[in-house]
């Protein structure tokens, strides 16, 4: 699929999913590469360059997709030549699209450990890592029940129980609003994540934070399921996940919302769950206490301080 293609999948959220739109966005990048006629570096550079920023514009708070892309782009710049640059692309790119599949996989043994026979486990928004935990635990042959909400605006709720009644468990669907009235009945809560900061916190489908505060207040253990990809490196160095607002059209007809001028609709898509509310991040390379993020920032994504120290001249004495 060409990058513009890919790109307004993603912005119609057609392909959404933090893993799914970083996957996509790694063999958009392959195909373009693949695609580049041109024989000449610099231009073969910019060409890709263009298309990485095109692919990160799309949206903004799920980390997974700027992470692909570097990862897919990193090293671009050491290419001796554009066989040389296309291939590394190719490479990596597809290196990054069999290890997130494989780090799903791995996450879904893992936390699908975390799960009890006889537990009743609610979910919010769909995330393919979180249901992996779940689906795993039931072909364990577990038995479990789950609660899903429906994730106004956009019901990817709907998504979740088809996936959930396809693979034979017993579920049940609520409304957002409902988490508080079922919480008793439930054992243990697990979402997937869009980006993980380095002090731990978790910004994933807006509701998630309610629905951890929520489990917190009952003593219901709350798990997010996050590849190592969706922690977000550059916190390190201060900067902020920026939360999409999505159009208001998606919580409210615009026909309405014409005839009620004194009123603004606000659609953020994601919030931001503190890292006290969570018990356990499960990521591929193990499982870990949210306040222990930074390790994997650093051992697993590879980006230390050092990556940074140049760019923001953070050594900079000015001398004299
Ligand atoms: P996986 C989704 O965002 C949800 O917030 C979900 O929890 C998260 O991405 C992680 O999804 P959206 O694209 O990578 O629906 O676990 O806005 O599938």
Redesign the pocket.
């Known amino acids: 699929m060409s990058v513009s293609e890919t790109a307004e999948k993603i912005k119609s ?1 057609e392909i ?7 996957r996509a966005a790694a063999e958009a990048l392959r195909d373009h590469a693949l695609s580049l006629r041109t024989g000449d570096l610099p231009v073969f550079s910019v060409e890709m360059e263009k298309a990485a920023d095109t692919l990160v514009a799309t ?1 903004p ?2 980390v ?1 997709l700027p992470n692909a892309v570097h990862i897919v782009m990193t090293g671009l710049e050491q290419a001796k030549d554009t066989e040389d640059a296309r291939s590394g692309l190719v490479r990596r790119a597809e290196g990054f699209i069999r290890s997130s599949r494989s780090a ?1 996989e791995n996450i879904a043994r893992f936390g699908a450990r975390h799960i009890r026979d006889g537990d009743t486990i609610l979910t ?9 935990c779940i689906i795993e635990a039931h072909r364990s042959g577990k038995d479990i029940e789950v609660f899903a909400t429906e ?1 106004r605006p ?1 019901n ?1 709720g709907h998504i979740t129980i088809r996936t959930l009644n396809d693979a034979g468990i017993k579920t049940n669907f609520i409304v957002d609003s409902a988490v508080r009235s079922f919480i008793h009945d439930i054992d243990l809560v697990i ?4 980006a993980v900061t380095v002090n731990g916190a978790v ?4 509701g ?1 934070a309610q629905v951890a505060h929520t489990a917190k207040e009952a003593r219901v253990n709350v798990i997010v ?3 190592t990809y ?1 922690f977000a490196p550059r916190t390190v160095i201060g900067d902020l996940i920026r939360i ?1 607002e999505r159009s208001p059209d998606e919580v409210l007809p615009a026909a309405i919302a014409k005839t009620l001028p004194n009123v603004t609709v606000r659609n953020p ?2 919030d931001v769950t503190p890292a006290e509310y969570i018990d356990l991040i499960v990521t591929e390379a193990g499982a870990i206490p949210p306040q222990m993020a930074y390790v994997i920032i650093r051992e697993y994504l590879g980006w230390g301080i050092e990556e940074f120290q140049k760019s923001l001249d953070l050594n900079h004495h000015p001398e004299g």
């Open positions: 959220m959404r999913g933090a893993g799914r739109i970083a949206r708070t799920a997974s799903v919010h928004c769909n995330s393919e890592v979180a249901l992996g994730v956009r990817q979402v997937g994540a869009d910004v994933n489908k807006i998630t399921a996050a590849e969706k999409e898509a994601f």
